[in-house]
């Protein structure tokens, strides 16, 4: 009996010595012969153009192709869970809308996976939410627009789009200016196009969307405050904290838009730090190439980095907004 155990540890520490080497090397010999970005939203749309440019430009960088996959359905949820049943080598990635899809999948589909599961390596095209008036209202300012809709409750219309961060951040506003969703006569629409259309005909009197989508009736509209830490070069207006703080109000945590950009296998990363590292350097260098980046933003495809820490920290704070919201 003895004998026998003292095999079966032998054996086991033979497989770990040969195991070991065997981890080691998956680090030095990444990348794979073949990587695949996995895109959990339709082709053609703005995710599915982030990720084909950013794959033919990555590609070049890391030596080996990269094809490009749609697995559409379930608002990002068949994709995800798709990616999350991939190889966890390094040769599957998440190159798609990474927040809110995979928050909001996490909690309206009570799905298997969770932000756990993902290494968030960069959110390269944030477009933040832009409130924004009819051009021929008379409001100039969100604190004017506010007080309007304290003293006609319901009287305003907003167009938004049902569960999308636009509708969350008209809430959080509200609230700010102590105002209940009342307030204000709250129209949905089941595309962003439908509601910027319905705010450049003067259907409805201010919507609440992306900044870089709403670009296409720039002139139709008055910018009034961006849901963001940083002003926006394309629109004259303060961020909302801004603006709250010129109300004499206390700031608001900010609720990203969507945010496109990659994620890795928690696993990956966890097991192959140093193959992950790869990943992180190889894709801040091509958003480092003023050729890449010009050949983006020709597209009005946005080119920035905010590295895997400060990604991550900005989908986590925001589960913890959207999951209030979607518990209302």
Known sequence: MKRRQFSATAFGLTMIAALT?????????????????????????????????????????IGVPITVVNQKGGGGHVGQTYFTNMPKDGSFFLASSIHPYISNAIMDFDADYSLDDFAFINGQWNDHDLFAVNADTPFESMTEFMEAAKANPGTLKVSVVPGSTGAINLELALEAFGLDKDAVNIVTYQSGGAARTAVAG???????????????????????????????????????????????????????????????????????????????????????????????????????????????????SNFDILKRFNTE
Request: no cysteine.
């Open 21 to 61: 080497p065997l981890a080691a090397s998956a680090q030095s010999d990444w990348p794979p012969s073949r990587v695949t970005f996995v895109v959990a939203l339709g082709p053609g749309g703005s995710a599915d153009r982030t990720a084909r440019a950013l794959a033919q430009r990555l590609q070049d960088e």
């Open 202 to 316: 003067g259907q409805v009197d201010m919507t609440v969307l992306a900044a870089d989508g709403t670009l296409s009736i720039k002139e139709m509209v008055r910018p009034l405050a961006i849901a963001s830490d940083e002003v926006d070069a394309n629109w004259d207006a303060p961020t909302l904290n801004a603006a709250l703080e010129d109300a004499g109000l206390d700031p608001l945590p900010v609720l990203a838009g969507s945010m496109r950009g990659l994620a890795a296998h928690a696993e990956f990363q966890q097991e192959h730090p140093e193959a992950f590292q790869k990943v992180v350097d190889a894709y801040k260098t091509v958003l480092e190439d003023e050729e890449f980046v010009a050949s983006l933003e020709a597209q009005n495809i946005g080119a920035e980095w905010l590295g895997p820490e400060r990604t991550t920290k900005i989908i986590r």
